[in-house]
């Protein structure tokens, strides 16, 4: 019976994760690792935690994962994404025969061309892409790591404000009018997807990078508008806006992904968003 970490467990992929466990690895010891078991960045109780458990597998979710609080903080974004992960890694070579499953972002890209496959060059914006970007090359340096590169993920978090879905049904709810990029795209999906193709690339022992997103690039404003149908009874306010006219820090334009390899894997298609959310009409977002 293998023994798997999910780090990150309260959040939203990593929920997920936990939800599906047992539809794939009914028979595995599933441990979820959260703020309330360890803090991370204590890099001895993390080595003795460790020593303690042995697990075959860590599937590494936690982290800063909102781009405002990486510019915010940049070095707690480099403590949180890259030495943990470092320190992680360098546990699982000690031991020898666990495997590091880490969740990457499509935001380490610079957006310039879009369609991304995995052999593509990373060339990230931002704090929290740049952070995200060496840690894959820490999990890469063995090459039965898996490091899956995801998307806008959505879906209905323990802590209520982890997927963009929250995000933006609680700004609609606060009656806010919401401006929609109508140039800058991305490949949404919804987080149970990404966990049931993550166990699947467990189960079938991937390595190296794999993109696991929505099968439909979308605009910020497409993205709104088919939410904005989802939620009519709240009568959202959506307005289209451009990155032409944004004065923060910079975004990638087109961060689509290409996710032929890990499909070649998986038994079931990944869908497109639109598609997800028509043969999904009464899940929660």
């Avoid at 929290?128 to 898996?146: R, S």
């Avoid at 467990?202 to 993205?223: F, K, T, V, Y």
Wanted: charged fraction near 25%; glycine fraction near 6%.
């Amino acid at each position: 019976m293998a023994k798997v970490w999910i780090t990150g467990a309260r959040g939203l992929i990593g929920s997920y994760l936990l939800q599906e466990a047992h539809k794939y690895v009914p028979h595995w010891e599933i441990q979820p690792i959260t703020r309330e078991v360890i803090d991370l960045t204590n890099f001895p109780q993390l080595r003795k935690l460790f020593q303690r458990d042995q697990p075959d597998y860590i599937i590494h979710c936690a982290g800063l994962t909102k781009s405002t609080d990486c510019e915010l903080n940049p070095e707690l974004a480099h403590k949180l994404n890259v030495e943990v992960t470092q320190v992680l890694c360098e546990l699982a070579e000690r031991f020898g025969r666990t495997k590091i499953v880490f969740f990457s972002t499509d935001l380490v890209f610079d957006g310039t061309k879009g369609n991304y496959s995995e052999n593509d060059a990373p060339n990230p914006l931002s704090v929290y892409g740049q952070t995200k970007a060496i840690a894959e090359k820490i999990v890469l340096n063995n090459p039965k790591n898996l490091v899956i590169r995801t998307s806008l993920n959505a879906g209905v978090s323990p802590t209520g404000d982890r997927s963009f879905t929250e995000q933006l049904k609680k700004a609609i709810m606060s009656g806010h009018t919401l401006y929609l990029f109508v140039d800058e795209f991305r490949c949404p999906i919804h987080a149970s997807v990404t966990a049931k193709a993550t166990w699947e690339l467990i189960i079938r022992d991937a390595q190296g990078i794999m993109h696991i997103a929505g099968n439909e690039r979308l605009s910020r404003w497409e993205i709104g508008l088919l939410l904005a149908k989802r939620w009519a009874h709240l009568n959202p306010k959506i307005q289209m806006a451009s990155t032409r006219e944004y004065k923060g820090p910079p975004r990638p334009r087109d961060t689509s992904l290409k996710c032929e390899r890990a499909q070649t894997l998986l038994s079931f298609k990944l869908p497109g968003f639109s598609e997800w959310l028509f043969t999904h009409p009464e899940a929660e977002l």
